[in-house]
């Protein structure tokens, strides 16, 4: 049997079964060792992973995937570990039960690779006044414990598109510079899209949260269990409820230019086990992620 070196980023982990635990503060990054420093074990295999992206683990016989922090059940016959688009350049622990036996590996985390992008918006989205400020500050309350949510997984890959006939995605981890002052890397992924497009589910789950937010603007964020949560953001319309519960394509809204935007788009964004991760990946064949 291989023995594996892999590495993951900033991960939470959902435990197994219906809202086994109850929801927590998101888990500070794992410790870094720089990558010189890295001594897989005799006959491991590195394998490489970028900021945003999610590696894949295969095998028969899974009984437990885990990290340092926490543990999570396989997902169709393979452990997935998301890497955080924050996650800092080096090596982090992961590992699996297998028929019986406990299987270490490392993930080793590259450079992140996104370009900058300069982008004008109304001034006032970027300098905020103190009123604004304490706004977001409350807006960013509601939503953070939300990716530390760890129901029972209620989805698959590959996850479903959130426009009908969509677009190539944009802009996943560009480093953002709003009216010449840099910002975040952006953690999701934007869709052209016209001022009232259906926007979609992408998997079935439930709604945790619809809100007008600063920034977001009008947004639908949607538990899909497993700690994956999806979230749609700047709509000119939102058609569904907090507590509704979602099927893979049911509408939640029309597309538009709510919040801080440059133009009309969708932002489409995935927080995995409370890591962001590139959509693309996930909307993607999973075989096709990196793995040994």
């Not at 060792?33 to 490489?48: W, Y």
């Not at 900058?116 to 970027?126: H, M």
Request: glycine letters at 12%; a positive charge.
């Amino acid at each position: 049997m291989k023995r594996l070196a892999f590495a993951a980023g900033l991960l939470a982990s959902a435990a197994a079964g219906p809202a086994a635990s109850r929801p927590h503060s998101p888990p500070a990054p794992q410790p870094v060792v720089a990558l010189d420093a890295a001594r897989p074990a005799t006959g491991s295999l590195a394998v490489d992973v970028v900021p945003g992206g999610v590696a894949r683990w295969p095998g028969d016989g899974l009984g437990l995937c885990g990290d340092e922090r926490e543990t999570w059940t396989p997902l169709a016959g393979a452990c997935f570990y998301p890497v955080d688009l924050g996650q800092a350049e080096g090596t982090l622990g992961i590992w699996r039960d297998r028929a019986g036996l406990r299987e270490a590996a490392t993930l080793r985390v590259l450079p992140a690779p996104y370009a900058e992008e300069n982008l004008e918006v109304d001034p006032r989205k970027v300098t905020l006044t103190p009123k604004d400020r304490l706004r977001a500050e409350r807006e960013k309350e509601q939503v953070v414990p939300l990716f530390s949510l760890r129901t029972h997984p209620s989805f698959s890959l590959p996850l479903g598109p959130p426009l009908a006939d969509a677009p190539p995605p944009r802009n996943f981890g560009t480093r953002r510079v709003f009216n010449n002052e840099p910002r975040a890397p952006h953690g999701g992924a934007d869709y052209r899209a016209r001022p009232g497009t259906p926007v979609l589910a992408t998997e079935s789950g439930l709604v945790v949260l619809v809100a007008n937010h600063f920034f977001a603007g009008r947004s639908v964020f949607v538990d899909h269990g497993g700690g994956l949560v999806s979230m749609y953001m700047h709509l000119s319309r939102t058609t569904v409820r907090t507590g509704q519960r979602v099927s893979r394509g049911d509408r939640l809204g029309l597309s538009g230019a709510t919040g801080r935007v440059s133009g009309p788009h969708l932002h489409f964004g995935l927080r995995w086990r409370g890591a962001r991760v590139d959509p693309s990946l996930l909307l993607g064949d999973p075989s096709a992620l990196p793995s040994p």
